[in-house]
């Protein structure tokens, strides 16, 4: 198994509002908005896109090459990706800028407001895919400045590797035709339900016709669990139930790196989409987006209570 995972890697302010949005602002009103939001609790933690997913993986027992950019304040982060097992040697470690930053605030209905400093991530884009000793068998380009993202996408398929574009919050960074491109450049496309409709609205194709230009659309419903869709079928995987919803910052990269660690194993596709939501799970169920752990036994434990099959025969 060889995964190349293109996207970023930051630090993460993770808030908490005990209110809702909601209640604060004034859709009537939004032309002078002026809100400030008094928080409970403050945490930084590891984070970013490609941070999130590797820490996955690596507990999965994957150890994907990931290509990012870190700043002045990045040493601690690379040091910890290393004992991950996770290969850095496609990091970029910029001298002038401090390493990107998300600050999230979460209200008590799991509503999100980030605010995002993407630091030395452009940097990234110095990283050419073609130039690798060996075409990794899938490479996931994962949401980075709109040149990152495009730039990998095509250089992944000239390698010949399996692509998964992740475009997520930066549909809108891309004109429709650049768009289109990579889509069609893709091997599997995956974002969740709000980022699908933005993505046929900005191409101007319906779901099936994404669908019909890529082997594989998984599309995340939160708590409802995800559907995978391909040219055959449409399968609905139910999410997997959590003790508490703690934090949900972070689920998409948790399922992101269950359904494709199982992707790349050859999984079925059903298998893969439950696998991601295990993952989920565990995410969810702890404050952060790398503060949760569990060994492979307890995984694959919780996987046959969650869908009544075992992970080895499913």
């Known amino acids: 198994m060889s995964i190349f995972l293109s996207g970023s890697l930051a630090y993460d302010y993770i ?70 097992g996770v290969d850095t040697d496609h990091i970029v470690q910029d001298k002038t800028l401090m390493t990107a930053s998300a ?7 799991n509503n999100q407001i980030t605010a995002f400093f993407p630091g030395p991530l452009v940097r990234t884009n110095e990283i050419d895919i073609t130039a690798l000793a060996s075409a990794p068998t899938l490479a996931l380009v994962c949401p980075n400045p709109k040149e ?20 997520g919050q930066q549909i809108t960074a891309f004109d429709p035709d650049a768009l289109r491109e990579c889509v ?12 699908m409709k933005l993505l046929t609205e900005y191409t101007g194709w319906s779901e099936q016709e994404v669908a019909d230009k890529v082997e594989v659309v998984i599309t995340t419903l939160g708590e409802k669990g995800s559907m995978v869709r391909t040219k055959e079928e449409t399968i609905h995987v139910e999410s997997c139930p959590v003790k ?7 689920a998409g990269d948790a399922y992101r790196a269950g359904f494709f660690v199982g992707y790349e194993r050859g999984e079925a596709l059903k298998t893969c989409a439950q696998m991601g ?11 952060g ?10 995984f694959e434990k919780r996987y046959q209570e969650t869908y009544h099959v075992s992970l080895s025969s499913s």
């Open 244 to 250: 508490a919803c703690v934090d949900p910052t972070g």
């Open 184 to 195: 069609t450049a893709s091997t599997c496309i995956i974002g969740n339900d709000y980022e």
């Open 148 to 167: 990152v993202m495009q730039g990998h996408v095509m250089q992944a398929k000239v390698k010949g590797s399996k692509v998964v574009f992740d475009v």
């Open 289 to 298: 987006t790398q503060t949760y752990t569990f060994t492979k036994e307890a």
């Open 277 to 287: 939501s295990v993952v989920a799970a565990y995410a969810v169920e702890m404050y």
């Open 103 to 109: 600050h999230i605030i979460t209200d008590k209905a």
């Open 15 to 84: 808030m908490d509002f005990p209110d809702t949005f909601q209640r604060h602002i004034l859709p009537d009103q939004l032309h002078i908005l002026s809100v400030c939001f008094g928080v409970q609790k403050l945490e930084r933690g590891w984070g970013g896109t490609a941070g999130n997913i590797a820490y996955a993986m690596s507990l999965l027992g994957a150890h994907p090459i990931v290509a990012s950019a870190l700043g002045t304040d990045g040493d601690s982060y690379l040091a910890r990706l290393k004992t991950l």
